[in-house]
């Protein structure tokens, strides 16, 4: 009997000794927990496709009887959704392996986060259906991510003289990394260096598909304009607050500038 059962994607996989993983997943009850698949080399049957990653599963783990600090025991998984479209495309790849990075990163063990764990199922669902763009998908992941994760971009008003952003005369706003705030162009000399200039019309597409009802998200068309800003804008501010860059990213941008 499993000590408990749940959906999880899976965010990291490393090896350990000659036979087993040590396997990172973002659960759906008990946010981001690490557990350990043993012989997982040796027998593939047993978790057959379910250890990939990025894959979605129901996970049946088990505590460590002997040792109380050793890691929790993962004893079966079952496949839900292997994103098989994501997984034999370059781009997609890249996209989903940059937010398990960023997730596997940023979030603290044992913290349950059922509104990241919905959002990154929702992206991999849109990524791997293709009814909308991967890169619009990357924007909206990655723009939620920011507000579940308690950095919130305000992107709705100025920071300075409050003036809301349909009330903005200029076309052309600054965004200021330090503070994760748009500062209107009056009062722009007060900011911090920390930041870029961004289109109006890339903003007012951000805020809605960070405030509107997710499931409404393929109705938004983006500019390819909008599409550039929008990454350069949200692939710059990420790092900056996280404070550090991501590999999967890094190879993200260099696939770009190859295509
Ligand atoms: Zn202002």
């Known amino acids: 009997m499993p000590d408990f059962i749940t959906d999880a994607i899976l965010l990291r996989k490393i090896e350990y000794g000659d036979h087993d993983y040590i396997i ?10 690490s557990v ?23 996970i049946q783990c088990t ?27 370059v781009f997609n790849t890249a996209y989903a392996s940059f937010w398990v990075e960023l997730i596997h990163y940023w979030l603290e063990e044992d913290k349950v986060q059922s509104d990241l764990y919905d959002l990154l199922k929702f992206s991999l669902d849109a990524l791997n259906e293709g009814n909308i763009s991967k890169e619009v998908v990357s924007l ?5 991510f920011m507000s579940i994760s308690g950095f919130s971009p305000n992107i709705e008003n100025c920071e ?26 009056n009062c722009v000399k007060i900011g911090s260096k920390y930041g870029m200039t961004i289109s109006k019309g890339t903003l007012k597409q951000l805020f ?11 109705r938004i068309r ?19 607050h996280i404070g550090r860059d991501f590999k999967s990213l890094q190879f993200l941008r260099r696939i770009r500038q190859e295509r």
């Open 24 to 33: 990172s997943f973002l659960t759906e009850s008990r946010g981001k927990i």
């Open 36 to 58: 350990i698949a043993k012989n997982a080399k040796k027998s593939i049957k047993r978790f057959s496709g379910a250890l990939d990653l990025f894959s979605v599963s129901n």
């Open 63 to 89: 505590f460590p009887k002997k040792n109380k600090n050793g890691l929790i025991i993962l004893s079966g998984a079952d496949l839900e959704n292997g994103f098989v479209n994501i997984r034999y495309d």
């Open 140 to 144: 909206l992941f990655q723009i939620r």
């Open 160 to 185: 300075i003289c409050k003036k809301s952003l349909d009330h903005i005369e200029q076309k052309h706003i600054r965004f200021d990394f330090k503070e994760g705030r748009i500062i209107c162009q």
């Open 208 to 218: 809605w598909i960070n405030n509107n009802d997710i499931s409404r998200a393929d």
């Open 222 to 240: 983006f500019s390819k304009f909008a599409i550039k800003e929008g990454e350069m804008l949200l692939e710059a501010f990420i790092p900056f």
